[in-house]
C-alpha cells in the first residue's frame, strides 16, 4: 500500500475547510444512519456472522441475482486483495493510471504485473497480450473519471474469454454513463464486478463493498475468505442503508455533474491547467507550470483547501492532481485559489 491516497487531513494540523481530495461525496447527511446505529450499539459485544450472509441475502434481492453469486468483502479494497489472492501468481494486466492497490494486491500475491496504458483496440483484433490471464479495470477509473464505453468493453470480453476481467466499478453511481450489468457480468462467466457501498453512500469508516459474478468464481474466493472480515456495526449499516441511503447521496445525480462541468470549464478558463475530460464527479488536472506538491501545500496552509496530489499514479509525474466536485461555493473558492496562486 503506497501513502498518499486522497483524504490525508490526519498530516496537518489545521483545519480544512473543503476537502476536493476525496472521491467519498462530502456533504452525504449521515444524521439519520447515526441515529440508528446508536441503537444498535449492543452489537458489538457479540461476533458478526462469519460470512455476511443476511446482508448478502439483502444485496441479492436488490439485484435479483443468486445468494451465490455475490460475496459482501471490507470496502472494495478488501475484494482487490481477496481477488489477487484467490488467483495467486497469475498474469495481470492493469489499465493504468489507476487506483495503486491493483498492483499491490497482485505483486503481493505473486502476479507477474503489467501495465497498459492503452487498451487493444480493432486494430489489434481487440486481442490482449497473449500471457494475460487478468485485466484489472476500473470503471469509472480513479483517477481519470473517464469511462470504457459499455461497447468497447463488450469487445474486450468478446474476443478474450480466456482472460478474467476484474471490473471494479466503485464509482458506478457518479456516473449517466452505461456500464457493464451484474446480468451480463454473470452470463459472460470471466467477469467479477467490484462493488462500493463505501462510495455509493459515503461510509469510509466503515468500509463495505461487495462482488458480483459467476458462483464458481466466487466459491474460489470463499474459499479464501476470512471469518468475520466485516464487523458487526458495518453489516448492520449495510442492511439500513439499502433500505434508507437515499437520504445520504445527492438528491440529484444530474445537478451534481452538471456543477462538475461548470468546476471543470472555470479551471479550463485559468490557462494554465489542462483539466481532463470526466465522465463522473471528479476530474484529473495537469499544471501546465509549477509542481502539484507545491499547489497543494499552499492550498491547505493559506486557505485550508485540500487536494489529491496524483503524482504517484503510475504514468502521471509531479504536475497532475486530482479532485472531486462539492457545493458551488467551494467550487469557486477553489478556482479562485487556484487562479491566486498563479499569480504568485
Not at 50 to 79: F, M, R, Y
Not at 194 to 221: C, E, N, W
Not at 288 to 313: H, T, Y
Not at 315 to 340: C, H, K, M, W
Request: aromatic fraction near 8%.
Amino acid at each position: 500500500m503506497i501513502k498518499g491516497h486522497g483524504d490525508d487531513i490526519y498530516q496537518y494540523g489545521r483545519p480544512i475547510v473543503a476537502n476536493f481530495s476525496s472521491n467519498i461525496y462530502s456533504h452525504a447527511d449521515l444524521q439519520a444512519l447515526k441515529e440508528f446505529l446508536k441503537g444498535r450499539l449492543e452489537v458489538i459485544g457479540s461476533y458478526p456472522a462469519p460470512d455476511a450472509s443476511q446482508l448478502e441475502k439483502v444485496l441479492t434481492n436488490e439485484l435479483h441475482i443468486e445468494p451465490d453469486e455475490v460475496l459482501v468483502t471490507s470496502g472494495a479494497t478488501g475484494a482487490i486483495y481477496l481477488i489477487a489472492q484467490s488467483f495467486a501468481g497469475s498474469s495481470s494486466a492493469i489499465f493504468q493510471p489507476t487506483f495503486s492497490e491493483y498492483a499491490d494486491a497482485c505483486r503481493m500475491h505473486g502476479h507477474q504485473v503489467k501495465s497498459l496504458f492503452m487498451l487493444p483496440s480493432a486494430r489489434e483484433g481487440y486481442l490482449l497480450p497473449e500471457e494475460v490471464r487478468m485485466l484489472w479495470l476500473c470503471n469509472p477509473n480513479n483517477p481519470t473519471g473517464q469511462v470504457v464505453s459499455l461497447e468497447e468493453l463488450r469487445l474486450l470480453l468478446e474476443h478474450n474469454p480466456q482472460v478474467l476481467f476484474v471490473i471494479d466499478q466503485s464509482y458506478e453511481d457518479f456516473t449517466m454513463k452505461y456500464l457493464l450489468t451484474e446480468r451480463e457480468a454473470l452470463e459472460r462467466g470471466n467477469v467479477l464486478l467490484l462493488h462500493s457501498m463505501t462510495k455509493r453512500f459515503a461510509i469510509p469508516g466503515l468500509r463495505l463493498g461487495y462482488v458480483t459474478g459467476d458462483s464458481a468464481l466466487l466459491q474460489r474466493l470463499r474459499n479464501h475468505h476470512m471469518p468475520w472480515v466485516v464487523n458487526a456495526l458495518a453489516l448492520e449499516a449495510g442492511e439500513w442503508l439499502l433500505q434508507h441511503g437515499d437520504v445520504c447521496v445527492p438528491k440529484s445525480l444530474d445537478a451534481y455533474l452538471k456543477e462538475t462541468a461548470r468546476l471543470r470549464e472555470r479551471l479550463q478558463s485559468l490557462g494554465a491547467l489542462e483539466v481532463w475530460d470526466t465522465d463522473t464527479h471528479f476530474m484529473l488536472v495537469r499544471l501546465r507550470m509549477g509542481k502539484a506538491s507545491a499547489l497543494k501545500e499552499w492550498l491547505i496552509q493559506e486557505k485550508g483547501i485540500l487536494i489529491r496530489d496524483a503524482s504517484n499514479f503510475e504514468g502521471l509525474d509531479d504536475t497532475y492532481f486530482r479532485i472531486a466536485t462539492q457545493d458551488p461555493e467551494e467550487n469557486d473558492l477553489l478556482v479562485e485559489s487556484i487562479a491566486e496562486w498563479l499569480t504568485i
